[in-house]
């Protein structure tokens, strides 16, 4: 049974470009949830998917947004890069709203931004 | 604005004795706490959970204590082995599918 898979592993972009993050989640699970977490930092939640709808949504701006496909999976997209999106992004998925369940979290995606 | 709190971002402990990570939260609305695991080039695991409605939780080795009135849960493993060296992040939600708040992680070293 795989768990939560992310692509890709690492990537490098510069300032002012568009990324694309995907996600696909633990089989059975329905919701995804996008955390950023910045070096020495905690994951900040960014943002959760529930029935292909943005449910909860955390403090970041509109650059940040994300789509639910009907199989579950997710992407999460970032507009014009700033230095400071510089960090690890990570995918959790649950089955049910988080908040009330456990999540299980992919191994994440490493953004640098130059 | 930090609502979940780790203040201690290292820990080092023994081969065998107990390691007790703390946690502290502000919003009295929370009433679901986590508790994950990360090892280097990994996402977090879950570890355990507790509910506002308990004041302790035990899995095995793992006992997670909740003080509501507080605000302050902690995380004890006992006895500590060598494989539990890794960060431990507390998190903290509100039942009804509100986000997840992580506090900044405690880096545990337990030496054989």
């Known amino acids: 049974d795989a768990g939560v898979t992310q692509s890709p592993t690492h990537l490098i972009k510069t300032r002012g470009q568009q990324v694309t993050l995907r996600c696909s989640p633990k089989?059975?699970?329905?919701?995804v949830s996008w955390y950023q977490q910045a070096l020495g930092q905690g994951p900040q939640f960014i943002f959760q998917y529930y029935e292909e709808e943005e449910r909860q949504r955390g403090n970041f701006p509109d650059r940040f947004s994300g789509h639910q496909f009907p199989n579950y999976s997710s992407e999460l997209n970032v507009n014009a890069l700033l230095l400071g999106d510089s960090a690890l992004y990570l995918c959790?998925?649950?089955?049910?709203?988080?908040?009330?369940?456990?999540?299980?979290f992919g191994p994440g995606t490493r953004l640098t931004v130059t | 604005d930090q609502q979940v709190k780790q203040n201690s971002p290292s820990l080092s402990v023994q081969e065998g004795r107990i390691s007790i990570l703390n946690c502290d939260y502000t919003?009295?609305?929370?009433?679901?706490f986590l508790w994950y695991k990360k090892y280097p080039a990994e996402g977090p695991t879950f570890l355990i959970s507790?509910?506002?409605?308990?004041d302790k939780n035990e899995d095995g080795r793992f006992t997670v204590f909740l003080n509501k009135s507080a605000k302050h849960l902690s995380l004890h493993i006992v006895p500590s082995q060598p494989g539990d060296s890794a960060v431990y992040f507390c998190?903290?939600?509100?039942?009804?599918?509100?986000?997840?708040?992580f506090g900044a992680g405690t880096r545990l070293f337990v030496k054989a």
């Open positions: 507790i509910s506002s409605i308990k």
């Open positions: 959790a998925s649950s089955k049910g709203l988080a908040g009330d369940y456990e999540q299980y």
């Open positions: 998190a903290a939600s509100q039942t009804g599918g509100f986000k997840t708040i």
């Open positions: 089989s059975g699970h329905d919701t």
């Open positions: 919003n009295s609305m929370f009433d679901y």
